[in-house]
């Protein structure tokens, strides 16, 4: 007798999808893997979504209605511009491979259009030029985009050097950088035993970065008033 598949929702498609991202890089994410995980076939699937890029897209757009009820307008164009970034690292944070989604799709999507709309109503009011408008908040989205899947991807690299060696291994590190030159390396040496690069990823490199966007944002503007 032939096993009945379980019923099936793109609802239920998407959680599973998330789950599976959860557990595994995106790289490895594939519709047969997602069937497996339903217990379905694979070809079942395409009654629902064209493809893996049609489930991206729709991951992609839950990611941009998050944002946009969690952020909160409040203030200022600066203000604002600050609350978004936070409101959307902390979203991106919080979901397994969702900053690659977002910068692997297209704004085709309703909360992906609604997303666009509401950083471009924080300018809104800005003497800048409608390009500029845009400009100004792609900058700002790409900035926390790029910090995040920065810190992710770091996280990934320490994990897999502690599997492969049991621990970092700073001393060998130590090691490179004492053997060169004080012309090549002495900054970034100094830098590294004073546990600077420690800062990677964390709320105070991402305020400082943030801080700079802003003011030369704040700059570009002033002169536009002149």
Same mark, same amino acid.
């Given at each position: ?29 594939? /519709? ?8 379905? #076939? ?23 209605? *998050?944002? =946009?009820?969690?952020? $909160? ?7 604002? +511009?600050?609350?978004?970034? @936070? !409101? @959307?690292?902390?979203? +991106?944070?919080? $979901?397994?491979?969702? !900053? #690659?989604? /977002?910068? *692997? ?6 909360? /992906? =259009? ?10 809104? %009011? !800005? ?7 845009? %400009?100004? =908040?792609?900058? +700002? ?16 690299? =320490? ?12 001393? &060998? ?8 030159? &004080? ?15 420690? +800062? *990677? ?24 008033? %002149?």
């Amino acid at each position: 007798m032939k096993k009945q598949q379980p019923q099936m929702t793109e609802d239920k498609i998407l959680e599973a999808s998330w789950a599976l991202l959860g557990e595994e890089d995106i790289e490895r994410f594939s /519709m047969r893997r997602l069937a497996d995980r339903l217990g379905i #076939q694979a070809p079942s699937l395409y009654w629902y979504f064209k493809s893996k890029q049609d489930i991206y897209q729709r991951l992609a757009n839950q990611i941009s209605r *998050m944002i =946009v009820e969690e952020f $909160h307008a409040e203030g200022d164009w600066k203000a604002q +511009l600050e609350g978004l970034a @936070i !409101t @959307i690292r902390n979203v +991106l944070r919080r $979901h397994p491979c969702s !900053t #690659q989604l /977002m910068m *692997m799709t297209l704004p085709h999507e309703p909360d /992906m =259009v609604r997303f666009t709309n509401r950083m471009l109503l924080c300018v809104e %009011q !800005t003497p800048l030029r409608r390009e500029q408008k845009l %400009q100004a =908040v792609l900058a +700002l989205t790409n900035y926390v985009f790029n910090f995040v899947l920065d810190n992710y991807q770091h996280q990934r690299n =320490v994990s897999v050097m502690m599997k492969d060696h049991g621990e970092l291994p700073d001393g &060998e590190m130590m090691r490179l950088l004492d053997a060169m030159s &004080e012309k090549d390396a002495g900054l970034f040496r100094q830098m590294f035993k004073g546990g600077l690069f420690e +800062l *990677m990823g964390s709320d105070e490199s991402f305020a400082f970065g943030l801080r700079l966007i802003l003011l030369g944002l704040e700059q570009v503007i002033r002169e536009q008033e %002149q």
